[in-house]
């Protein structure tokens, strides 16, 4: 089987979800020849875990980003270059978050600005940043059709964020968290609009509701299995699937 991307980017790689899709995109058959882990801390005990996995396998390179930091933004890019010699960057996963249940009673201005500054500005600037390797990977490729072989953006976000099932969800109004990530799947859809021409896939992906620290003990998900599930819909996402809001099975969400 084909690699799904020679190189691949995840923010927020040191625990949950992250750590878990380097672990796995690591083991595989066929691995990326470079996985870029990112992490705000990769030098405190938080990148511990990281550290150890990529121990284990020279093609993880950790590097430090904090997507709040432009100068931390910045300097991951010519980490990320050094290692690619001369060629593009596949695949960018953006899936550092953070969560938070506030309340219209206990929700405070910071703590607004707080989530939109990580779940929504910092995507927009990882990706700004990012953008140059991206085209070049995209350029490199003979191909028409977009993949996350070619050149992706992989936004994680959430169901929570569905407008259309706003009232299903039983969590409370999360306020924060959920705004962010409704802003976030608009800028997915103004980046898949504007990436087109470049032949940027730009998709939306909700890994279920998952058993990490963000997720708790209560969630019906293992991390392995959401990330297993997400790493086999991944190879499938095409032109059709840019600007989508899907789940971790690959299938649509309501806005
Ligand atoms: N778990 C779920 O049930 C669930 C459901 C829907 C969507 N999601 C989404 O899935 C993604 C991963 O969630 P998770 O469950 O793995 O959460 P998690 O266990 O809380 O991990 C969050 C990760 O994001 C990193 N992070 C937070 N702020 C950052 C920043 N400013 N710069 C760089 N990294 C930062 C954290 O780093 P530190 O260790 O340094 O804090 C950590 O690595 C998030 O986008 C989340 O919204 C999760």
Not at 42 to 58: I, S, Y
Not at 149 to 161: D, E, F, G, P, Q
Request: glycine content about 6%; proline content about 6%; aromatic content about 6%.
């Amino acid at each position: 089987m084909a690699p799904l991307a020679r190189s691949v980017l995840v923010t927020g790689s040191n625990r949950g979800i992250g750590l878990e899709l380097v672990r796995q995109l690591a083991e595989m058959t066929d691995p990326p020849e470079h996985i870029f882990a990112t992490c705000r801390n990769p030098e405190g005990p938080k990148g511990k875990a990281l550290h150890d996995l990529a121990d284990k396998h020279p093609n993880i390179h950790v590097i430090q980003l904090e997507v709040e930091s432009q100068s931390s933004v910045e300097s991951a890019v010519p980490a990320v270059e050094s290692h690619l010699k001369g060629k593009g960057l596949n695949l960018l996963i953006n899936n550092a978050g953070v969560n938070s249940y506030a309340t219209l009673q206990t929700v405070e201005r910071q703590e607004m600005l707080s989530a939109f500054n990580t779940n929504v500005v910092g995507p927009i600037f990882v990706v700004k940043e990012f953008v140059p390797l991206l085209r070049r990977a995209a350029n490199e490729m003979g191909t028409e059709e977009m993949s996350c072989s070619k050149a992706a953006i992989i936004n994680v976000t959430s169901k929570l964020a569905s407008i259309e099932r706003g009232f299903e969800v039983f969590h409370g109004p999360m306020y924060p968290y959920r705004a962010s990530k409704v802003a976030l799947n608009m800028v997915t859809v103004c980046l898949a609009m504007e990436m087109k021409a470049d032949g940027i896939l730009c998709t939306l992906i909700h890994p279920g509701w998952v058993k990490t620290d963000m997720g708790t003990d209560q969630a019906p998900m293992t991390v392995q299995d959401s990330v297993q599930s997400i790493l086999k819909v991944l190879p499938t996402l095409s032109s059709s699937s840019t600007g989508a809001f899907l789940d971790w099975e690959g299938k649509r969400l309501p806005w």
